[in-house]
Nanobody, 122 residues
Framework: QVQLVESGGGLVQPGGSLRLSCAAS????????VGWFRQAPGKEREGVSC??????????????KGRFTISRDNAKNTVYLQMNSLKPEDTAIYKCATGCYC?????????WGQGTQVTVSS
């Protein structure tokens, strides 16, 4: 079955860290660009980070630059999002995706996981 499955979300205090994982099955993640997106209640979906297929290009949204890091482990067919210095405004459902691309109009992707909830609160 072709799918992306996220894990690692949860409740964390402001200033804390989380690492999200996204495991791909049914296809080889290495052949695709990968990314993370998030959507908070009442807000539009936001492109958090995109990593090109050969890792020659990385995009981070302005709100997460310097705090979040995207990476991939092709041997494990998994992409990660390390989130540090978390803020309450980072609270959202986080989804990983393949075929991620970004332009002046924002980011989009072709294939999506179901998402994992991240809540930053004291």
């Amino acid at each position: 079955q072709v799918q992306l499955v996220e894990s690692g979300g949860g409740l964390v205090q402001p200033g804390g860290s989380l690492r999200l994982s996204c495991a791909a099955s049914g296809f080889t993640l290495e052949y695709y660009s990968v990314g993370w997106f998030r959507q908070a209640p009442g807000k539009e979906r936001e492109g958090v980070s995109c990593l090109s297929r050969g890792e020659w290009s990385t995009y981070y949204g302005d709100s997460v630059k310097g705090r979040f890091t995207i990476s991939r482990d092709n041997a494990k067919n998994t992409v990660y999002l390390q989130m540090n210095s978390l803020k309450p405004e980072d609270t959202a459902i986080y989804k990983c995706a393949t075929g991620c691309y970004c332009s002046g109009d924002g980011c989009d992707a072709d294939f999506w996981g179901q998402g994992t909830q991240v809540t930053v609160s004291s």
